[in-house]
Each structure stands twice: as C-alpha cells, then as structure tokens.
C-alpha cells in the first residue's frame, strides 16, 4: 500500500521518510551514549547505518518519531543533517535486486542503502537514498512496490 504525503509546489508528495544523519566522534562508546540518550527519551529507532571514519562516524539513522528525534538531537548539541530518502517493502527475496534494477533504468542513482530494524507485514524494508526521490517513488510504485511512511512504522 502507497501512503499518499503532503503536497509541495509541483504537485508532488513529499517523501515517505526521513533520515537522519549523525555525526559523532569517532571514539569508543560514542554510539552506546547515543542510543542511551534516544532510550532515556523513548525515541524509537526503526533503523540505523554507521560508516566510519578516521576522526568522524555518520550514523545514518531513521526514527518512527521525527519530530521527537530532532528535538532530542537539538537540545543535546548532538550535530546532525537530514535528508529525504524511501522505504521500499521487499516482498520477495529477488526484490532487492529488482529495485536495483528499476533505478538503473530510470537513470538514478542509490547513494545509501539499509535496512529497517522493523518489518512490514513480516517482510524486510530497505531505506533507499537516491539522487532524485520523487522519480525513484513514481517508477517504484508503477512497478507494484510497496513505500511506507513514518506513520506505517
């Protein structure tokens, strides 16, 4: 099922999620204080993607509670952007490869790819980030793929 977002100026939706990106030191334990502050505040991970660095880690992460999150963030001085990015319901175990495949013929590419910690209806969900999101949500669903919203989390 496709869940219809709000409008934006031409006439399309806005994506179905948001991801977070989080910038932490690159130190022992920076994680572990992070989910302990998320926990303290019950801000919910639905998913979560580390890539390391020398001095830095982002950790790319998706919230059922935006809204909360980002203000958890902000008063803790814990730096962080966001961006756009789809939820893609994979039904089969050749789905991830269709998606590639789907997004290749449209001409788009996937920056970031990771999967949820929550499952829809018992089937694995992928978060895509791509250079063009609306593109990638029309061909997607024209195909029969299921996009979820935070909501659906």
Known sequence: MVTS???????????????FSVFLPNRVGQLSELLDMLAEEEVQVAGICVVDAT??????????????????????????TEADALAVVLDEPAAFRQVCKILV?????????????????EKPVLVFHVDDEIMARKVLTKRGFALLDHEEM
């Open 105 to 121: 013929a449209a001409e788009l590419n996937i920056t970031f790819a990771y999967p949820l910690l929550l499952q829809r209806d």
């Open 5 to 19: 977002g709000a409008q934006v100026q031409h006439g399309h939706e806005t994506p179905f999620i948001r991801q």
């Open 55 to 80: 001095e830095w880690a982002v950790v790319r992460m998706v919230f059922t509670d935006v809204g909360k999150a980002r203000a958890m963030l902000a008063r803790h001085g814990v730096a962080f």
